[in-house]
């Protein structure tokens, strides 16, 4: 089955560092495609974070790293702050579906 | 700076269709795909399918095959979304999205379509 899966939440206090994972399989991540993430705030559409695994587009802080390792990935963000607190999601392509796929989206608390 | 442009809001009856457009300005259409994905309230994103502008040829989601058509045209910068035999499940805001290596990099500020009897 072709899915991405993440954590439905996760959440850290100001400064601390938070890690959202990304499952895949070997018709997505695990076959060698690129992972993308993504940022919504609320009410708003979503803006590209991390491009082809570990690239940020430009203007997005260093706080945010991208990784990527077999079929999972992984978004990092340090020196958390209030204007984190968001939906992120990751997205890649996939070879059963002959198309994209986006993980069900995680909601980032920050305490 | 790439800017993509979607018309408004529109509320539909079950069964019928809704067309929904996205035009671009500030890049070269033609030369991207540009993705369409939508996000039913308080739920993730979907991707339906998008269009090589270039190319002029759509690749749908299966789940979509046989109810929806994307179109681009090239002398207005504009592709448009159409979905049929809409059904309150269909009930959601759809973006258009400009596709660059697989990633999306600019988006449409959203196009809420409301599906009611």
């Known amino acids: 089955q072709s899915v991405l899966t993440q954590p439905p939440s996760v959440s850290g206090a100001p400064g601390q560092r938070v890690t959202i994972s990304c499952t895949g399989s070997?018709?997505?991540?695990?076959?060698?495609?690129?992972v993308h993430w993504y940022q919504q705030l609320p009410g708003t559409a979503p803006k590209l974070l991390i491009y082809?695994?570990?690239n940020r587009p430009s203007g997005v802080p260093d706080r945010f790293s991208g990784s990527k390792s077999g079929t999972s990935a992984s978004l990092a963000i340090t020196g958390l702050q209030a204007e984190d607190e968001a939906d992120y999601y990751c997205?890649?392509?996939?070879?059963?579906?002959?198309?994209?796929?986006f993980g069900g989206g995680t909601k980032l608390t920050v305490l | 700076q790439v800017q993509l442009v979607q018309s408004g809001a529109e509320v539909k009856k079950p069964g019928s269709s809704v067309k929904v457009s996205c035009k671009a300005s500030?890049?070269?259409?033609?030369?991207?795909?540009l993705g369409w994905v939508r996000q039913a309230p308080g739920q993730g994103l979907e991707w339906m399918g998008g269009?090589?502008?270039?190319?002029?040829?759509?690749n749908y989601a299966q789940k979509f095959q046989g109810r929806v058509t994307m179109t681009a045209d090239k002398p207005t910068n504009t592709a448009y979304m159409d979905l049929s035999s809409l059904r309150s499940e269909d009930t959601a805001v759809y973006y258009c999205?400009?596709?660059?290596?697989?990633?999306?990099?600019?988006w449409g500020q959203g196009t809420l379509v409301t599906v009611s009897s």
């Open positions: 999205a400009r596709k660059r290596a697989g990633h999306f990099d600019y």
């Open positions: 500030g890049g070269t259409f033609s030369s991207f795909g």
């Open positions: 269009i090589i502008p270039f190319l002029g040829t759509p």
């Open positions: 070997s018709s997505n991540i695990g076959a060698g495609y690129d």
């Open positions: 082809g695994n570990t």
């Open positions: 997205q890649s392509y996939d070879s059963s579906l002959s198309g994209s796929l």
